[in-house]
């Protein structure tokens, strides 16, 4: 019995002993459990990490433990013991593998193993500020760097900056304002660091992950410096790739296909283990598992500067980085979609790479793109596309701008695309109807307007800051002829009622308007007469206080629309004797009054109460002046340059005196106003000088040079001239006496001697008309 007692109570202190070995055992976190069923996993193999491994290469390596590892091998073993009759007890089922625990174990492993900081380079020496100057010592490696980009760390942060000192003991000294001294200090320590470890420490960064063998052949970094006003530093992998000991989802990296010797850029996936990392290739866009050793991070550009300019050079990067890794730029958006306003996006065009190799080039793309803000951001390129059994290239374009802007000019390329595909004119797209401006155009004029090639609406866009985009075309309805129709009256009727091609215009809306009226300035010169005029109306007048379009009728051409226009601030065109006005309320009724106004040089009529108008100058001309031509043509240079009207009323003063009149919604303001008249003064009294100079040189040309002849008075005396008594001969000249014209003579005489004779010449003088002979003094 005694025995019996002895087995049941050691039998109890095992059970006791067990039980606390369980709960000892369940309590630990997952992460240990994770970490030793994947070390288990792993063949063991005593294989140490070489040398020259990175240091992402040498931590994934240490997961793989080696046979000398006893403490791993008896945990594993334990824990599997533990586990195998815990699940025979419960009934649970094996534990599914997490990826959190998967990279937390990784990490506990590599802090618990590898004994290595994460970052083994040298510490960069610290900047001191001493009086306002901020001094940052310089390795002889950065010096070389550094002296390129001094000047565009200077022109970003508005500091002054001095590199001075050896080569091997170089010191940048920084001045300015305390922000300035902290921007350029940044600046400089990512150059010299050739790394980036806190991003939210730089709020005027942009990072790009590209390729290193890309990395080591572009060398267009400086241009893009200067061109878009960016600082871009070429950042180390190896030093970006050891700042962390975890690569998230998403990541673009750098990995070898089935351990060849090249590495391409690819995304990850997840994992199930350390050597079933899932990738998906930005060649093709398939995806696949690779070992760890065959991966890396990607190295990366770093971008300092405004935010447009860094998405300008992030375009452009971008672009020349896609041409030699297919598919970098659809995987870098795929990774990072856009965060704010500013941002960029992939819009895929949906029609054949054929056809957008053609429509890459359009000149109507480049005013697409102009009219909607983005004239130099946009991008066409390839994107992979792979399902199971088939792998193709979508054609796509890279936009760089606003949220607004992106998505409006996404939708029109989409839409020009599907039509420049099709060779067939379609429906405007819904989404569209509220950006755009449609004008119905009579089909027989739609050769006029589109001229050879298309040349007349391309001039239209450019002109105008437009976008057209031409729709289907609509049916009308013809009136049959009848024998009380006169025909005139029917042509214009069928041309206005007849088929019709509807086009969308686009851009700002001051653009739009501006396009509407030179598309019905067009229809106009080819069909005259097609807007009507009523019997007792000189101009057809929009109702609407913002912008709208009005039509004014003249008795003769208007040739000054363009000055018009600079004056009162609307858009105007003319065709023959109508003008068509687009603004707003205020400025069609400005340029209509200018309108009236004008007739007044035509008419001969003098204009009253101008001194009341705040947006009128007039100034008085002297009859002599006003007549001259020069100053005519002076007056259409000078209203260009200041953006008014200039023309004679009918007014008339002394001496047949004119008043010119300035017309210019400029001229509201008093600095603009005493501007205009000081520089119209000017120009009046060069004019005058102009005259008084002609006239005297006329008086000079019709004196007779013989009247000068007679005594000189006090003569010359031997003072004057040095030298003997005779000297040689001088050449004599006068006009002479015979032909139709007054001619000039030449001819040789003595010349002055000491005694102060006169000599005498004999010349004869030719002009076109006749010989004439004279007599010349020598």
């Known amino acids: ?51 020259g491994d990175s240091t992402f290469e040498a931590f994934l390596e240490s997961f793989e433990l080696g046979d000398n590892d006893t403490t791993g091998a008896k945990a594993a073993e334990a824990a599997e013991a533990a586990k195998a009759e815990a699940q025979a007890e419960e009934g649970a089922p094996a534990a599914t593998f997490n990826e959190n625990s998967f990279w937390e174990a990784l990490e506990s492993m590599d802090q618990e193993e590898e004994q290595v900081p994460e970052n083994t380079e040298a510490q960069l020496p610290a900047a001191t500020t001493t009086d306002g100057v901020c001094m940052l010592p310089v390795s002889a490696e950065g010096r070389v760097e550094l002296c390129r980009k001094v000047e565009m760390i200077a022109r970003l942060s508005n500091a002054t900056l001095k590199l001075g000192g050896s080569d091997s003991q170089a ?21 010299l660091a050739r790394r980036v470890t806190t991003v939210s420490e730089h709020p005027d960064l942009t990072l790009l992950s590209v390729s290193s063998e890309w990395l080591e052949g572009w060398k267009e970094d400086e241009k893009l410096e200067q061109e878009l006003g960016v600082l871009i530093v070429k950042l180390d992998e190896t030093l970006v790739r050891g700042s962390t000991s975890k690569i998230p989802v998403g990541t673009i990296v750098e990995a070898r296909y089935q351990k060849g010797p090249r590495w391409f850029l690819a995304s990850m996936l997840g994992s199930d283990g350390p050597n079933a990392i899932t990738v998906r290739w930005h060649i093709d866009s398939s995806s696949c598992e690779v070992g760890a ?138 989404a569209l109807v509220g950006d755009a401006l449609v004008v119905s155009v009579p089909t027989v004029v739609m050769d006029e307007i589109n001229g050879r090639r298309c040349e007349n609406m391309l001039s239209l866009m450019d002109r105008t800051g437009s976008f057209i985009l031409p729709m289907a075309q609509k049916r009308g309805k013809k009136r049959e002829v009848s024998e009380m129709d006169d025909l005139l009256d029917l042509l214009f009727e069928n041309t206005r009622k007849g088929d ?28 005259p007469g097609f807007h009507e005029r009523g019997p007792d109306r000189d101009s057809v007048v929009d109702p609407s206080v913002g912008l709208g379009v009005d039509i004014v009728w003249l008795n003769k051409a208007f040739e000054k629309a363009s000055q018009l226009a600079a004056a009162t601030e609307c858009a105007a065109d003319a065709a023959g004797q109508i003008v068509l006005l687009a603004g707003t309320a205020e400025e069609r009724a400005r340029a209509r009054k200018y309108l009236k106004m004008i007739k007044a040089e035509e008419e001969g009529t003098e204009l009253l109460d101008l001194e009341s108008q705040n947006d009128v100058v007039t100034l008085t001309v002297p009859g002599e002046v006003s007549s001259s031509k020069r100053l005519a043509s ?57 005259l008084l100079d002609k006239e005297k040189e006329e008086t000079w040309e019709g004196q007779d040079w013989n009247s000068w002849g007679g005594d000189w008075s006090g003569g010359w005396n031997s003072s004057s001239w040095p030298g003997d008594d005779k000297e040689k001969g001088g050449k004599g000249s006068s006009k002479g006496d015979g032909g139709r014209r007054d001619s000039i003579a030449s001819g040789k005489g003595d010349s002055f001697g000491s005694d102060g004779n006169k000599g005498k010449g004999k010349g004869k003088g030719k002009d076109d008309w006749d010989e004439g002979k004279g007599k010349g003094k020598g």
């Open 634 to 690: 002076q007056w259409q240079k000078f209203a260009e340059e200041t953006k008014t009207l200039a023309f004679y009323d009918g007014w008339k003063g002394k001496d047949g005196a004119k008043r010119i009149v300035l017309l210019g919604s400029a001229l509201r303001q008093n600095m603009a106003r005493l501007d205009v008249l000081h520089e119209a003064r000017k120009r009046i009294e060069e004019a005058q000088q102009l």
């Open 171 to 191: 010191l940048l000294k920084i001045g300015g304002m305390a922000r300035e001294r902290d921007a350029a200090e940044r600046y400089a320590q990512t150059i």
């Open 1 to 51: 019995m005694g025995a019996a007692k002895e087995v049941k109570k050691d039998k109890e202190k095992k059970d006791k002993k067990e039980k606390k070995e369980k709960k000892e055992k369940k309590g630990k976190s997952e992460k240990d459990d994770m970490a030793v069923e994947a070390a288990q996993a792993v063949p063991p193999k005593a294989e140490p990490a070489a040398n």
């Open 500 to 527: 019709r091609k509807e086009l969308a215009v686009f851009g700002p809306l001051r653009n739009r308007y501006h396009a509407k009226i030179a598309i019905m300035a067009s229809i106009e010169k080819k069909v």
């Open 293 to 430: 050793k065959e991966i890396r991070r990607a190295p990366q550009v770093g971008i300092f500067g405004p935010p447009r300019a860094r998405l300008a050079a992030e375009v452009r990067i971008l672009a020349a980085f896609n041409h030699i890794c297919k598919g970098a730029i659809a995987a870098t958006l795929r990774v990072r979609p856009p965060a704010g306003d500013l941002g960029l996006e992939v819009v895929e065009l949906g029609i054949p790479y054929k056809s957008a190799r053609r429509l890459q080039g359009n000149p109507f793309v480049a005013q697409l793109l102009r009219a909607t803000g983005l004239p130099k951001a946009a991008e066409f390129f390839l994107t992979p596309k792979f399902t199971p059994g088939r792998r193709w290239d979508e054609p796509s374009v890279l936009l760089a701008g606003s949220r607004n802007q992106r998505w409006l000019t996404g939708a029109l390329l989409v839409a020009f695309a599907q039509s420049f595909a099709a060779h067939e004119f379609q429906a405007l797209p819904p």
